[in-house]
């Protein structure tokens, strides 16, 4: 038995037993000895009463107490605690200090109270500081055993073994914080039993029971409490001992017990409930899962934890529509995808099986093919006269011509087959580039280039551009082609050599003095230059003055040299310095060269280009040794045509382009020019060089000018793509010159120019003329 079991003997017959009644003393336990087991013994004090008649029995009658020594009475209800959380509750908090109060009047010591099961917590302090835990030390009764009596003084204090010389002695005190001035009795206490807080702890634990109860049922996981008892492996906890039989109190001598044990006064003996006053020890995940149960109570399971598939539930509805919407998806593109190759395009381009274009049987071997164009008849039987005449006579009638000149001819024998006042010359319109076109191929040679150039001015930092005559000069960026000139070149490709070339540009002027002369042309109105068609005639524009250079149609820029000049200087990050000349033999810096004259006819005949046949014009003009003004390019045109053996009587000119109205032309010149190009190879000598002419002509419903609005009428219609011809339209005048195939294969060329008709009227009217060719048999 522990030195602290040993029993104090009184020195008097007084009766002391009650005077501690009120009190609570410390009580000091030794550090166990170092043979003794990794536990500590835990003495056991179970307070009990002493036999009748014996020396311990007080002298005075006890006071009769409830429970105890009288029946017992129903406790009056606790107070309503405030409220707070749990661990507040179970007293597991230290508790604020109180406030010093004045000690208050002695009151007059009652009689002995049964002790009540108590629960002491003894906090020992270890050399290991990981070793400090708080632990249950469950009261034993001491043995018996014989002590010498001891002093007055010496029995007003309970067992207080020496202090051991290692470790303090820690006083126990019940339900007191370990480190914390006890709570004296000598202080003002309320009337309630001092068995009442364990009553008032289980009522508290059965609370939170019936609370936890609550969320398994609303299946959620509890919230684990901060303090839990620790959970020894079982192959880890100490062998106990037997378990005594109800209501037998074990010796002090069956050792420590592996659990505190709660002891009832009548003698029953239950489990502790849960440790108050531990917080849970985070270094041991896991070990404190068992709660403590009320007695006579099943034990309750801790709630299981919910399973994942529960838990993932609302994910598998979402799973579930997810995978629905994705078959939805993959259906709708299947269904996309079958409609898609059903399509013939599709099923053409993949090669399907049910594809319209796939082989319905093994491929044909290839045959031997040979290609070859084959001119017009030239040996069959010979249009006539009186066929063409037979045709023509209805619809020459139509009163929509006003006055109608024309010419028929047959180019294999130069024969005139149908003459209408062919040799009157009246205002031509843009059949004037006939003749402008035909000069500039017979007086040059057909593979010329017009040049532009960008030469060193009189100081360094000073570049003149130089105009060649070509118009154009496009601005499109480089590796665009031009849709009106192909393969022209390019305003970028100057500006990149002349960088190359003299990198510190501070000044760009322009040269403009190849062309002489007005601007504008004699019978030209106010507004014709700038517009639609034309703008004032320069030696050096982009894009022939169009502000679009993708847009025949487009407005033109006023003086589209100037204009040039300004776009170069921009581009060289300098200013436009007006115009100037070049001085002789300057250096070139830059240059680039047009299309060849061939495409050049070819695109003025096409778009019935206005600008280009003027530049076109004065190009004659400079190859005959005339001044490249108006005048000039007139007077090379005729002389031109004159000396390739041309009837050029009753011509006159005025400009290269047909804008003026004062502009004379016979049928009869124009279809010659026609038949000279149409001819047979090697019966004319001009054909070689005038070809090229007929490349240009627009196409009836098909390209350029006989592209839109032309040949749509029920008189019409059968001439769509078979005839070819240059238009001429002015205020009062129409005009057509080209070629058509005959029923019999056979060319006809013809000249059919209307004066003082209306323009849509009168387009319909020659248009029905040149139809009426088409379905000739003139034979």
Same mark, same amino acid.
């Given at each position: 038995?522990?030195?602290?079991?040993?029993?104090?003997?009184?020195?008097?017959?007084?009766?002391?037993?009650?005077?501690?009644?009120?009190?609570?003393?410390?009580?000091?336990?030794?550090?166990?000895?170092?043979?003794?087991?990794?536990?500590?013994?835990?003495?056991?004090?179970?307070?009990?009463?002493?036999?009748?008649?014996?020396?311990?029995?007080?002298?005075?009658?006890?006071?009769?107490?409830?429970?105890?020594?009288?029946?017992?009475?129903?406790?009056?209800?606790?107070?309503?605690?405030?409220?707070?959380?749990?661990?507040?509750?179970?007293?597991?908090?230290?508790?604020?200090?109180?406030?010093?109060?004045?000690?208050?009047?002695?009151?007059?010591?009652?009689?002995?109270? #049964? @002790? !009540? /099961? *108590?629960? $002491? +917590?003894? =906090?020992?302090?270890?050399?290991? %500081? &990981? #070793? @400090? !835990? /708080? *632990?249950? $030390? +469950?009261? =034993?009764?001491?043995?018996?055993? %014989? &002590?010498?009596?001891?002093?007055?003084?010496?029995?007003?204090?309970?067992?207080?073994?020496?202090?051991?010389?290692?470790?303090?002695?820690?006083?126990?005190?019940?339900?007191?914080?370990?480190?914390?001035?006890?709570?004296?009795?000598?202080?003002?206490?309320?009337?309630?039993?001092?068995?009442?807080?364990?009553?008032?702890?289980?009522?508290?634990?059965?609370?939170?029971?019936?609370?936890?109860?609550?969320?398994?049922?609303?299946?959620?996981?509890?919230?684990?409490?901060?303090?839990?008892?620790?959970?020894?492996?079982?192959?880890?906890?100490?062998?106990?001992?037997?378990?005594?039989?109800?209501?037998?109190?074990?010796?002090?001598?069956?050792?420590?017990?592996?659990?505190?044990?709660?002891?009832?006064?009548?003698?029953?003996?239950?489990?502790?409930?849960?440790?108050?006053?531990?917080?849970?020890?985070?270094?041991?995940?896991?070990?404190?899962?068992?709660?403590?149960?009320?007695?006579?109570?099943?034990?309750?399971?801790?709630?299981?934890?919910?399973?994942?598939?529960?838990?993932?539930?609302?994910?598998?509805?979402?799973?579930?529509?997810?995978?629905?919407?994705?078959?939805?998806?993959?259906?709708?593109?299947?269904?996309?995808?079958?409609?898609?190759?059903?399509?013939?395009?599709?099923?053409?381009?993949?090669?399907?099986?049910?594809?319209?274009?796939?082989?319905?049987?093994?491929?044909?071997?290839?045959?031997?093919?040979?290609?070859?164009?084959?001119?017009?008849?030239?040996?069959?039987?010979?249009?006539?006269?009186?066929?063409?005449?037979?045709?023509?006579?209805?619809?020459?009638?139509?009163?929509?011509?006003?006055?109608?000149?024309?010419?028929?001819?047959?180019?294999?024998?130069?024969?005139?087959?149908?003459?209408?006042?062919?040799?009157?010359?009246?205002?031509?319109?843009?059949?004037?580039?006939?003749?402008?076109?035909?000069?500039?191929?017979?007086?040059?040679?057909?593979?010329?280039?017009?040049?532009?150039?960008?030469?060193?001015?009189?100081?360094?930092?000073?570049?003149?551009?130089?105009?060649?005559?070509?118009?154009?000069?496009?601005?499109?960026?480089?590796?665009?082609?031009?849709?009106?000139?192909?393969?022209?070149?390019?305003?970028?490709?100057?500006?990149?050599?002349?960088?190359?070339?003299?990198?510190?540009?501070?000044?760009?002027?322009?040269?403009?003095?190849?062309?002489?002369?007005?601007?504008?042309?004699?019978?030209?109105?106010?507004?014709?230059?700038?517009?639609?068609?034309?703008?004032?005639?320069?030696?050096?524009?982009?894009?022939?003055?169009?502000?679009?250079?993708?847009?025949?149609?487009?407005?033109?820029?006023?003086?589209?040299?100037?204009?040039?000049?300004?776009?170069?200087?921009?581009?060289?990050?300098?200013?436009?310095?007006?115009?100037?000349?070049?001085?002789?033999?300057?250096?070139?810096?830059?240059?680039?060269?047009?299309?060849?004259?061939?495409?050049?006819?070819?695109?003025?005949?096409?778009?019935?280009?206005?600008?280009?046949?003027?530049?076109?014009?004065?190009?004659?003009?400079?190859?005959?040794?005339?001044?490249?003004?108006?005048?000039?390019?007139?007077?090379?045109?005729?002389?031109?045509?004159?000396?390739?053996?041309?009837?050029?009587?009753?011509?006159?000119?005025?400009?290269?382009?047909?804008?003026?109205?004062?502009?004379?032309?016979?049928?009869?010149?124009?279809?010659?020019?026609?038949?000279?190009?149409?001819?047979?190879?090697?019966?004319?000598?001009?054909?070689?060089?005038?070809?090229?002419?007929?490349?240009?002509?627009?196409?009836?419903?098909?390209?350029?000018?006989?592209?839109?609005?032309?040949?749509?009428?029920?008189?019409?219609?059968?001439?769509?793509?078979?005839?070819?011809?240059?238009?001429?339209?002015?205020?009062?005048?129409?005009?057509?010159?080209?070629?058509?195939?005959?029923?019999?294969?056979?060319?006809?060329?013809?000249?059919?120019?209307?004066?003082?008709?209306?323009?849509?009227?009168?387009?319909?009217?020659?248009?029905?003329?040149?139809?009426?060719?088409?379905?000739?048999?003139?034979?």
């Amino acid at each position: 038995m522990p030195e602290n079991d040993q029993p104090m003997w009184p020195s008097s017959d007084e009766d002391r037993s009650s005077s501690g009644a009120r009190k609570t003393t410390p009580m000091a336990l030794p550090d166990p000895p170092a043979s003794a087991s990794e536990e500590p013994g835990v003495p056991k004090v179970t307070g009990s009463e002493a036999p009748k008649g014996s020396w311990f029995a007080p002298n005075v009658e006890p006071e009769p107490i409830p429970g105890l020594n009288a029946p017992a009475e129903e406790p009056p209800p606790p107070p309503t605690p405030a409220k707070q959380d749990l661990a507040d509750r179970l007293g597991s908090r230290k508790p604020e200090p109180k406030p010093e109060q004045p000690p208050a009047e002695p009151e007059p010591e009652p009689a002995p109270v #049964a @002790e !009540s /099961t *108590q629960y $002491i +917590e003894v =906090k020992q302090k270890l050399e290991e %500081p &990981a #070793a @400090e !835990s /708080t *632990q249950y $030390i +469950e009261a =034993k009764p001491p043995e018996e055993k %014989p &002590a010498e009596p001891k002093s007055d003084a010496q029995s007003t204090q309970q067992m207080a073994p020496p202090q051991p010389p290692k470790a303090p002695w820690v006083p126990v005190e019940r339900n007191v914080w370990p480190g914390e001035q006890p709570d004296r009795h000598d202080e003002p206490q309320s009337d309630k039993s001092e068995a009442q807080p364990w009553r008032e702890e289980l009522q508290l634990w059965r609370e939170e029971q019936q609370r936890r109860e609550e969320q398994l049922k609303r299946s959620e996981p509890p919230q684990q409490p901060w303090a839990q008892r620790l959970d020894v492996p079982d192959d880890r906890r100490p062998a106990l001992p037997p378990e005594p039989p109800r209501g037998v109190v074990p010796p002090a001598s069956a050792g420590s017990l592996a659990r505190p044990m709660r002891i009832e006064p009548d003698g029953q003996r239950f489990d502790a409930e849960a440790t108050v006053g531990i917080e849970r020890p985070t270094q041991f995940p896991g070990a404190f899962q068992q709660q403590p149960q009320p007695r006579n109570e099943p034990p309750v399971e801790p709630p299981a934890e919910p399973a994942p598939a529960a838990a993932e539930e609302p994910p598998k509805k979402k799973r579930k529509g997810k995978i629905i919407a994705l078959v939805a998806v993959v259906l709708l593109l299947l269904a996309g995808g079958g409609i898609a190759a059903a399509m013939p395009k599709v099923s053409n381009r993949l090669g399907l099986p049910w594809a319209p274009n796939a082989p319905k049987g093994d491929s044909p071997d290839p045959a031997a093919a040979t290609r070859q164009l084959q001119g017009p008849d030239t040996a069959g039987q010979a249009p006539t006269a009186n066929g063409v005449k037979s045709v023509l006579s209805g619809p020459a009638g139509n009163s929509a011509l006003g006055q109608l000149n024309g010419s028929v001819v047959d180019p294999v024998s130069g024969t005139t087959l149908w003459d209408h006042s062919a040799a009157t010359a009246v205002t031509p319109a843009s059949t004037t580039k006939v003749l402008t076109s035909a000069a500039a191929l017979l007086a040059l040679d057909p593979n010329t280039r017009l040049s532009t150039k960008i030469v060193q001015g009189a100081d360094p930092g000073t570049v003149i551009l130089v105009g060649g005559g070509d118009v154009t000069l496009t601005a499109l960026p480089l590796g665009t082609e031009s849709p009106l000139y192909p393969g022209a070149a390019h305003v970028d490709d100057l500006v990149a050599q002349v960088k190359k070339a003299n990198p510190n540009v501070k000044k760009v002027q322009v040269d403009l003095s190849l062309f002489k002369g007005a601007t504008t042309a004699p019978g030209w109105a106010a507004g014709d230059a700038p517009s639609t068609f034309a703008t004032q005639i320069g030696s050096v524009m982009a894009d022939a003055g169009r502000q679009d250079p993708k847009n025949n149609n487009s407005m033109r820029v006023p003086n589209a040299g100037s204009a040039l000049a300004s776009t170069i200087a921009s581009k060289l990050s300098a200013s436009p310095g007006g115009q100037a000349a070049a001085p002789k033999d300057a250096k070139v810096l830059a240059e680039v060269k047009s299309a060849p004259l061939t495409e050049l006819v070819s695109d003025t005949m096409e778009l019935s280009d206005d600008v280009l046949a003027e530049a076109l014009a004065r190009q004659v003009a400079l190859a005959t040794g005339q001044e490249a003004t108006f005048a000039g390019g007139a007077t090379a045109t005729i002389k031109v045509l004159k000396d390739h053996g041309f009837d050029v009587s009753g011509v006159k000119l005025s400009d290269g382009s047909g804008i003026s109205g004062e502009n004379k032309i016979p049928a009869k010149l124009l279809t010659q020019l026609m038949a000279a190009a149409a001819a047979p190879e090697g019966k004319n000598p001009n054909t070689a060089k005038l070809r090229a002419m007929l490349a240009g002509l627009p196409v009836a419903g098909g390209s350029g000018t006989l592209a839109d609005k032309r040949f749509e009428t029920p008189q019409s219609q059968a001439g769509r793509g078979w005839v070819r011809a240059k238009t001429g339209t002015l205020t009062g005048v129409n005009t057509l010159a080209g070629l058509v195939l005959d029923q019999d294969g056979r060319v006809l060329v013809f000249a059919f120019m209307s004066n003082g008709s209306d323009q849509q009227p009168g387009r319909d009217a020659i248009d029905a003329l040149a139809t009426s060719l088409r379905k000739c048999g003139c034979s």
